[in-house]
């Protein structure tokens, strides 16, 4: 069961907050920010923060700078994040919990948002695929220079 008693929606633009309001809709409590330097007024424990791709600063991997700077005191994820402009692999790796893109019916965006609150991460299966498949890859290349040519020997003769 999620600990998880309020989304933080930094929402820069000036249309509604789409997700937001699916998400009261359902009963979750949310808080909408429109600008970065009003996070710290927001000091809610159990807070999971949603930041919008449109709008934000982004560094060079099409990530918000704010999200960065949060991503070591509160989980956040991504949402109205265009695919031909973010760094997905980055983003996962950089430890965002997920990515709501804009072409998204808002069906997925909620089951994405509700898997995200459970503490599950939501991104494209090709992408967790290659990752994982890396992450053995390089797992399986440490394992084998582990095992030393002596070793090697000794288990070959068994």
């Known amino acids: 069961m999620s600990n998880i008693q309020q989304l933080v929606f930094l929402h820069q633009i000036a249309a509604p907050c789409h997700l937001a309001i699916l998400a009261e809709s359902i009963g979750l409590k949310t808080h909408i ?7 710290e007024q927001n000091n809610v424990e159990n807070s999971f923060y949603l930041i919008a791709q449109q709008g934000a600063a982004l560094d060079n991997k099409g990530i918000p700078l704010v999200a960065s700077r949060l991503l070591s005191h509160v989980p956040v994820a991504l949402y109205q994040v265009d695919k031909d402009t973010i760094d997905a692999e980055s983003a996962l790796m950089l430890g965002i919990r997920g990515l709501l893109y804009t072409d998204q019916g808002m069906d997925l965006m909620l089951s994405g948002l509700s898997k995200m609150i459970e503490d599950e991460l939501w991104f494209d299966r090709l992408l967790m695929s ?29």
């Open 33 to 39: 920010i429109d600008h970065p330097s009003k996070l």
């Open 130 to 158: 290659n990752v994982i498949r890396q992450l053995v890859n390089k797992l399986d290349a440490q394992n084998d220079s582990y095992i030393g040519s002596d070793t090697l020997a000794m288990l070959q003769t068994l």
